[in-house]
């Protein structure tokens, strides 16, 4: 137990940045990145070289649903001279044996990806780039410490000129080890080698691996564990007869730890002993043979033969003690270093083959500037469209006037109710206004619900309700039958010819009242209130939310003369001169235009912006063709884009081992939420893989949790960044109507996807700065646009009417 904590304590200091540099244990990084999933398949070269002979393989993986693998090898020698001559000639050595081995399969015309198993202590850079930090196993060649044996192998096969092939992959025997049985059993995230030498590997949390960027996904670690105790940590437990032997080695003072494990060592571990016991007279009489004093005599395979293959037992038996709260199998490696090699290349194929096809999807949901800017400037030909009388019909962002001439001066006083109207539940407040040097607002509200037969019952039957709960407040607030002014924030489609009259288009979220698409809903709300006759209502004003929002926030900051919404859904607003208003009489001062944005597109002008994700998206929603824009950008819509990338991933085998599970299917089980979540950066993977499970989501490997959380942040990054370009063109527009070369200006803001994920406001912020740099745009969060803002609009129309009367 404790030689265990003191090896944990080593790999800790081995994967940090800081104490790595003295870490016996140097835990390098393999950029193996995955395990074997069996879907792998095609023909592969293995290259294994770790000893006196090497091995060239040729190794056919067949994903027949079998998981089947063939394997051509042979044997070819590397003479005494070669291990201690130059490094080229080693090189040029293995680049004919492979050339030999390549001919007599007749593949030598095939490019055949290449795994090359390298056993000697390297620092790697790259899956196919490895220096080379020392040789060990009795090599002793010039010009290659400190050199990429990859590049040199390169080169060897360049200078023969006669064939080629393509190196994916440098590995240890360990790593083979560990993918060999990775590709019979998927649970195998550990190889361990005791042969010659020992080493072990395993699949590390990249977040730990604190030599590299990046902490998404796993990466196999070689721990070369046999320096362990290099450093001094295993002085107390090392005997004179083991500094003996280190003494009389190779490489006095290292591997220390290998070298009171490994087959190398055991038999003269036991020679010693057994020449020390006879020398002492416990053995053979006190006879010392010539064998017994000869170095290396004492074979390591006589150990096995008389100990009958306890060593395994011992092994699995101990490891069991130490850790009972594992399971840990053992599973025998067949061919690690050179099937594994092939593996490991296997595996990089394919991911390599995967990654490509999901950036080629990816791609089609990823921006260029010069795209952002046709988007900003299709919204400005837009814009123009629908404030000109001629072409007001036909164009699809609607620039609705919403009779509301002014934002708040601060002198604002008095007492209002505001009701907002959204969806199926409804909020009554009481806001008190008042203005002096400290303007502020005082609110107070009440929800209440909307049931379900009364939004789709009769407009008579919904407006009595609502009237009902307007009473049921002020009789709450101790304010039964007072008349006062009423902003009403009525969040569906209306068409404006005054600030106290709005006409229902139609209908939205659910409700279906009949009797009120074509009705003034202010006539509908005080018919309703007189029927009741027990409170009046002195004056009204239709408010839309984005309207609200801006209000809200030029209370606080009079530069504020744009209003954004990005929550369910996504609409602006902003201040635009009179006289370029056509569908209102009257050219003097400006007025609050609710541009209804997210329809931009519903005429056909972002189609070849569209992915087929889009189109599935909009097909499968309640209102196919219309809200185009919206659903690019909104929380609503987000998720299901992101559900079908995830949908077509499964389908074509790169995400969930190609299982598609019923829950994925499911319209509408990825909220907006859940997205901001897992782009959250404090969110470790394994937080990631806790949130797709409770969606319903079996999350087989980490790289899956890793490409949810790309689709994610790909799908969120367009949605910023297309909003960014309209807010882009909406700023631009201002700037140009009031003929300025800079313009500062302050955008109030509401939504949960602007305020709830964690990097929508800046990436919209970036795409907005780069895209109209004229501007120097602030932005302000609302509060409470569609309560707060509405008592604002309806106190400044107040206020504005007594002006006028005065």
Not at 207 to 235: I, K, Q, Y
């Amino acid at each position: 137990m404790d030689l265990s904590i003191r090896f944990r304590r080593e790999m800790d200091k081995g994967l940090g940045r800081d104490t790595n540099p003295t870490a016996a244990v140097k835990m390098l990084p393999t950029f193996v990145r995955s395990t074997p999933d069996g879907t792998e398949q095609g023909e592969f070269l293995a290259l294994d070289l770790g000893g006196s002979n090497f091995r060239v393989l040729l190794v056919k993986v067949m994903a027949n649903g079998k998981q089947e693998v063939e394997m051509e090898n042979q044997i070819y020698a590397i003479p005494e001279h070669l291990m201690r001559g130059s490094g080229s000639e080693l090189f040029d050595h293995i680049a004919d044996c492979l050339a030999n081995f390549m001919e007599k399969f007749g593949i030598k015309d095939k490019k055949l990806p290449l795994g090359f198993t390298f056993s000697f202590p390297c620092q790697q850079t790259k899956l196919d780039e490895s220096v080379l930090v020392s040789w060990t196993k009795r090599f002793k060649l010039n010009g290659v410490e400190g050199k990429d044996v990859v590049s040199l192998l390169r080169k060897s096969i360049k200078r023969r000129g006669d064939f080629d092939v393509d190196i994916l992959a440098v590995i240890n025997d360990t790593v083979g080890t560990m993918m060999t049985c990775g590709y019979d059993d998927h649970h195998c995230e550990i190889g361990l080698i005791v042969g010659t030498g020992t080493n072990a590997c395993y699949m590390e949390h990249m977040r730990n691996l604190e030599l590299l960027d990046g902490d998404e996904g796993r990466m196999c670690v070689n721990t070369e564990w046999g320096a362990f105790g290099d450093d001094g940590s295993l002085e107390d437990l090392r005997t004179d007869i083991d500094r003996e032997i280190d003494a009389g080695s190779l490489n006095p003072g290292k591997q220390l730890f290998e070298k009171m494990i490994s087959g190398l060592y055991m038999g003269e571990l036991v020679r010693f002993i057994l020449l020390r016991m006879t020398k002492e007279q416990l053995l053979f009489q006190g006879k010392v043979t010539a064998g017994l004093l000869t170095t290396g005599s004492f074979n390591t395979s006589y150990i096995f033969a008389i100990e009958n293959e306890k060593f395994s037992r011992r092994l699995h038996k101990m490891v069991r003690r130490l850790v009972p709260d594992c399971d840990v199998r053992f599973l025998q490696s067949q061919c690690g270093s050179g099937k594994g090699a092939a593996m490991v290349t296997a595996v990089a194929y394919r991911l390599a083959a995967q990654q490509a096809e999901r950036q080629r999807i990816l791609d089609t949901l990823r921006l260029s500037r010069e795209q952002l800017l046709e988007v900003k400037k299709r919204m400005s030909e837009e814009m123009a469209r629908g404030l000109s009388k001629q072409t007001h019909e036909q164009a699809s962002v609607k620039m609705l006037p919403t009779f509301v001439r002014d934002t708040p001066d601060g002198t604002e006083h008095g007492d209002f109710l505001a009701l907002d109207l959204g969806g199926s539940s409804f909020r009554v407040l009481l806001v008190r206004v008042r203005s002096g040097k400290r303007h502020n607002v005082d609110m107070q509200h009440k929800i209440y619900s909307i049931p379900q037969e009364t939004m789709q019952g009769t407009g008579e039957e919904l407006f009595s309700h609502i009237v009902f709960c307007i009473s049921d407040f002020l009789e709450h607030m101790g304010m039964a039958g007072a008349s006062l002014p009423l902003g009403f924030t009525f969040s569906f489609p209306c068409h404006q010819s005054r600030l106290d009259q709005g006409i229902l288009l139609n209908w939205t979220k659910g409700f279906k009242a009949s009797g009120c698409e074509g009705q003034d809903v202010i006539t509908l709300l005080k018919d309703a209130v007189h029927r009741r006759r027990e409170f009046d209502l002195s004056f009204v004003a239709v408010v839309n939310d984005t309207v609200g929002t801006m209000m809200t926030c030029s209370y606080e900051d009079p530069q504020c003369e744009v209003g954004l919404i990005v929550g369910t859904g996504t609409n602006a607003c902003f201040m635009e001169e009179m006289q370029n208003i056509e569908l209102v009489e009257g050219n003097e001062g400006r007025m609050c235009v609710n541009m209804e944005w997210g329809a931009f597109g519903d005429n056909g002008v972002l189609d070849d912006f569209c992915t087929e994700f889009d189109h599935i998206v909009d097909n499968s929603s309640s209102n196919p063709g219309k809200q185009r824009y919206e659903k690019m950008i909104s929380g609503m819509y987000l998720g299901e884009v992101v559900r079908n990338v995830l949908i077509d991933f499964t389908a074509k085998g790169l995400l969930f081992k190609g299982k598609l599970s019923e829950r994925l299917k499911t319209q509408g089980i990825f909220e907006t939420k859940f997205l901001s979540q897992i782009e959250s950066d404090r969110l470790a993977m394994r937080q990631v893989r806790s949130i797709l499970q409770h969606l319903g989501l079996t999350i087989s490997t980490c790289d899956d949790s890793v490409l949810v959380k790309e689709v994610c942040s790909v799908v969120a990054r367009r949605a910023a960044q297309l909003c960014g370009a309209g807010l882009a063109a909406v700023i631009d527009k201002i700037r140009e109507n009031r003929n300025l070369n800079q313009l500062s200006i302050t955008v109030g803001v509401d939504g949960t996807l602007y305020k709830t994920h964690p990097h929508f406001s800046s990436i919209m912020q970036d795409t907005l700065q780069d895209l109209a740099p004229q501007c120097q745009v602030t932005f302000q969060q609302s509060e409470d646009g569609s309560g707060k803002g509405a008592a604002l609009i309806t106190a400044v129309a107040c206020r504005m009417k007594s002006e006028g009367q005065r």
